[in-house]
Nanobody
Framework: QVQLVESGGGSVQAGGSLRLSCSAS????????MAWYRQAPGKQRELVAG????????NYADSVKGRFTISRNNANNMGYLQMNNLKPEDTAVYYC?????????WGQGTQVTVSS
């Protein structure tokens, strides 16, 4: 059974940090691109960061460059998003996704709330 489960969200004050985790099952993680997206109320879902299958190549939205770090552990089928110096505008539901050759899989999302 294919499943992506995010964890690590919560409420923090501006300037704080959170580390999101994405646990993948169903043999879809290795060899595939992984990414983190977010969706704030009333806004479209947007790409936050992506990472290649081997972890060597990463990309970030301009709004999070220098503050967020995406990583993965293929041995454990885990993906991560380290978020530092959080800002109120980072408040959103964060989703992990995995792109396979036949479709994109999504987790259920985890809420991140940053107060000023």
């Amino acid at each position: 059974q294919v499943q992506l489960v995010e964890s690590g969200g919560g409420s923090v004050q501006a300037g704080g940090s959170l580390r999101l985790s994405c646990s993948a099952s169903g043999n879809i993680f290795r060899g595939n691109l992984m990414a983190w997206y977010r969706q704030a109320p009333g806004k479209q879902r947007e790409l936050v960061a992506g990472i290649s299958s081997g972890g060597a190549v990463t990309n970030y939205a301009d709004s999070v460059k220098g503050r967020f770090t995406i990583s993965r552990n293929n041995a454990n089928n885990m993906g991560y998003l380290q978020m530092n110096n959080l800002k109120p505008e980072d408040t959103a539901v964060y989703y992990c996704s995995v792109n396979t050759a036949w479709r994109t899989y999504w987790g259920q999302g985890t809420q991140v709330t940053v107060s000023s």
